[in-house]
């Protein structure tokens, strides 16, 4: 089982989408979980990624201030949420959430090649319009 991603869609510029990760396949708690998103002939790279520990969460400079990733109230649902505000058309992308150790995040930490055992999920689409 791998974490499966839900909650993506096309919105306008300025809306708003909460994209959803259930974290199954892996014990909730041994791993952090990432956000990540690959636009058409990019890189993938790293969005946010929160502690399951402590609900620390680290985001990149892009998106701070707008996006909000955040752990269930209810943490034996095993699900992360990744609230995204103020969406802009640079946003588009495929959005996959993953298992990444260690949980200690910042910049050098929240990166593609930190995911454990490749426990990514197969990414929902999120197309922003102008």
């Known amino acids: 089982a791998r974490p499966v991603e839900s909650g993506g869609g096309l919105v306008q510029a300025g809306g708003s989408l909460r994209l959803s990760c259930a974290a199954s396949g892996f014990p909730f708690y041994a791993y952090g979980i990432g956000w990540f998103r690959q636009a058409p002939g990019k890189e993938r790279e790293a969005v946010s990624c929160i502690s399951t520990i402590d609900g620390k969460a680290y985001y990149t400079d892009s998106v701070k201030g707008r996006f909000t990733l955040s752990l269930a109230d209810d943490r034996s649902r095993n699900m992360v949420y990744l609230q995204m505000n103020s969406l802009k058309p640079e946003d588009t992308a495929v959005y996959y959430c993953?298992?990444?150790?260690?949980?200690?995040?910042?910049?050098?930490?929240?990166?593609?090649?930190?995911?454990?055992?490749?426990?990514w999920g197969q990414g929902t689409q999120v197309t922003v319009s102008s």
């Open positions: 993953a298992a990444v150790a260690p949980q200690d995040f910042d910049q050098e930490t929240c990166r593609p090649d930190r995911v454990a055992h490749d426990y």
